[in-house]
């Protein structure tokens, strides 16, 4: 406990390319950086929490709305990718539709994004904002046993880790899926995610060119609209505003 604090009170070092902007535990890393007054790339607002890491990044597209909310792919693979180093081979992390971190098949946390109310599909956002959480450690109000959907770093046996550890990780992994997002293509991303989806009892999925997830065969195939599934991120609860438990 005693690192994690002096982890916190020193906070993340990031590379050059991010600002960091600390918030205290109770702020809202995500709500703050849509507040920005200056919303320059590359700002990220850290909130200073001990079972959480949440923080959330300032974008500034060069593609219209409909390309640009793709990077939420980019950004859930950075996710995964940081998470991935801490945890086991037999216990793989995994996504949900679409915004979901699985951890085996309990929510561990997720991200989100926003962007300028009232902007077109066909016009390119001032900014956008990608969010996340992920939780490191038991809730302060509930033992891990009563917990009906969600799960944490610490209580599956991985100590070594935390929030301030994640949030560097991310940064780095985020650097390099968005260099490969621009040079290979929104597509190169949106491949390495599905290859983590958790599929739904097994049937095919596929994402189309806007993000939309295809699931199931010829006249049962289903659409499900990224647009609808982001106005909800489906992986937070409305009344603690923290992941499921």
Avoid at 153 to 175: K, Q, S, T
Avoid at 209 to 214: C, P, Q, T, V
Wanted: a negative charge.
């Amino acid at each position: 406990m005693m690192a994690a604090k002096m982890r916190l009170s020193s906070g993340p070092s990031l590379p050059p390319a991010f600002t960091l902007v600390t918030v205290r535990e109770a702020a809202d890393a995500f709500k703050h950086a849509i507040a920005l007054q200056e919303k320059s790339a590359g700002k990220l607002v850290w909130a200073r929490r001990f079972q959480l890491a949440e923080f959330a990044v300032v974008l500034e597209p060069a593609e219209p709305l409909a390309e640009a909310r793709l990077v939420l792919f980019a950004a859930m693979n950075a996710l995964a990718d940081t998470l991935a180093i801490y945890c086991p081979p037999e216990k793989p992390v995994g996504f949900s539709w679409p915004d979901m971190i699985m951890f085996e098949i309990g929510i561990l946390g997720g991200g989100r994004l926003a962007w300028p109310e009232g902007c077109q599909e066909d016009e390119t956002p001032d900014w956008m904002i990608f969010g996340a959480m992920l939780r490191t450690a038991g809730h302060v109000r509930t033992e891990p046993g009563e917990w009906k959907r969600g799960v944490a770093l610490a209580d599956e046996g991985i100590w070594d880790v935390d929030p301030v550890d994640l949030v560097e990780g991310f940064a780095r992994h985020f650097m390099s899926a968005l260099y490969n997002w621009t040079e290979l293509g929104a597509g190169h991303e949106m491949s390495r995610w599905m290859e983590r989806l958790q599929q739904t009892a097994g049937l095919p999925a596929v994402l189309d060119e806007r993000g939309n997830l295809w699931e199931g065969v010829g006249a049962q195939r289903e659409q499900r609209l990224l647009t609808d599934a982001l106005a909800k991120p489906s992986w937070l609860d409305p009344q603690t505003q923290e992941p499921w438990l």
